[in-house]
């Protein structure tokens, strides 16, 4: 294979895989599939929802193509596949795209045809997991007929820093030759560099852990920042203090959701358990972080008795839902748990988030959200503001007061505006 004779195809065109079609699609061609009909026709519109790309950016990309229709993709030879990997109600792998994936790409398989993954998955799972439905579909034998990879997705949704092609990737193959191959691919258009793993597996490990240390890193936080509240000392200013020791690292308390970092470390305990090793660091920080929401709202819950008495019917706003800032990304936001708490103990709360699209919202967690013109016609007796959006800094805190009641219970969990300013802050 080389750049003259590839035809790339991506498999889901989300946030990862649409940066990774529309890069590829600057200088070689591409054809993007979704089985989402709606995203791909907001693509082919030069729209992207996530905000993760500008409409001149797609437009850059002059020689993709997206379809919703599988057999599109006939002709390709370098197969690339990004659709999600979610866990399920227990916290297992939730592999179900990834095997549709698997199924449909099976089905196009051709010799000497190469398939890449980047979903996360557990140390093994593309050999073990996806070949063999590769195999059963296609009728070729692996690492004869046709050949795998694996390179972990570093997207950051919201992050025009850190973009796809100014960040290391990491590579592998299924043999040393094709892993060389895959490598000279990717390296067309990855400016920081790429380096290559030993083996599949090494690849996947190394995704997996990169979010599972800094899941314990923010669970180590979090602990800290609890015991520093019962204490009366702000958790900013001490790691701010801290933070002048030359090996210290300055991570901050915060609730923990979104795709990655929440997601993970359960795929490598997961494995663990399979293996017959019971995690414990792992685990225990995933289990702090899970309960960040409910010490939130305990917090709120408590302080509200003492100054309203009667909490039954007060009024809370909730400002900021994604699971992280200036991105309109809502999943795994762990916000939402923090409006079923309060709801399920008699608040009325209301989210708002200029960042969310509102049908996104009521599709996924059927819940409505304020807007700027419906909010200044209310008044709340208490304000959440749980996202460090840009936009909320900019609006400063005024804004939040101007639709407080008198005596509003404040919570600042992102330390955005200064500790007098707040009732609370993480």
Excluded at 18 to 33: D, H, N, R, S, W
Excluded at 129 to 140: N, Y
Excluded at 239 to 266: Q, R, S
Excluded at 368 to 394: E, W
Aim: glycine share 6%; with cysteine.
């Amino acid at each position: 294979m080389n750049a003259d004779n590839i035809i790339i195809g991506v498999i889901g065109l989300g946030y990862v895989g649409l940066p990774i079609a529309v890069e590829f699609g600057k200088t070689m061609q591409v054809i993007g599939y979704d089985t989402k009909k709606s995203r791909v026709n907001d693509i082919k519109n030069f729209e992207d929802l996530t905000k993760e790309l500008t409409s001149d950016e797609i437009k850059s990309s002059l020689h993709l193509e997206v379809t919703s229709n599988i057999l599109d993709l006939a002709s390709v030879n370098f197969f690339i596949v990004t659709v999600p990997t979610p866990v399920n109600d227990d916290n297992d792998p939730d592999l179900f795209a990834l095997e549709q994936a698997s199924r449909a790409v099976g089905k196009l398989l051709k010799v000497g045809d190469i398939v890449v993954y980047e979903s996360t998955v557990y140390p093994g799972a593309t050999e073990e997991f996806c070949v063999p439905i590769l195999e059963e579909e296609s009728k070729l034998i692996f690492n004869k007929d046709f050949f795998c990879g694996y390179s972990p997705e570093r997207i950051n949704p919201g992050d025009k820093q850190n973009t796809l092609v100014n960040i290391n990737k990491v590579v592998s193959g299924s043999t040393k030759e094709i892993a060389q191959v895959i490598n000279d691919v990717y390296a067309l258009i990855i400016k920081k560099g790429t380096f290559i793993a030993e083996s599949i597996k090494v690849a996947e490990a190394a995704k997996v852990i990169e979010n599972t240390q800094r899941d314990i890193n923010i669970a180590l936080i979090n602990e800290l920042s609890q015991i520093f509240n019962l204490m009366g000392i702000d958790t900013s200013a001490v790691i701010e203090a801290a933070n002048t020791k030359w090996n210290f690292l300055p991570f901050k308390p915060g609730l923990v959701g979104g795709h990655c970092i929440g997601i993970d470390p359960y795929y490598l305990t997961y494995k663990a358990k399979q293996i017959g090793y019971e995690p414990k660091i792992i685990t225990a920080g995933r289990s702090l972080n899970n309960d960040m929401s409910r010490y939130v709202a305990l917090k709120f819950k408590e302080i509200a008795l003492v100054r309203k008495k009667n909490i039954n019917g007060l009024k809370v706003l909730i400002a900021g839902i994604t699971f992280k800032e200036n991105c309109p990304d809502i999943r795994n936001s762990k916000i939402f748990d923090i409006f079923h708490f309060l709801n399920s103990d008699g608040f009325i709360v209301d989210l708002y988030d200029p960042w969310v699209n509102h049908d996104d919202l009521l599709d996924i967690y059927k819940s409505s959200i304020r807007t700027d013109s419906n909010l200044v016609t209310s008044y709340y007796d208490g304000i959440i503001i749980a996202v460090n959006h840009k936009i909320f800094y900019d609006k400063g805190l005024r804004f939040f007061q101007g639709i407080s009641k008198e005596n509003c219970i404040i919570f600042d969990l992102k330390s955005i505006f200064r500790v007098s300013e707040s009732d609370f802050r993480l």
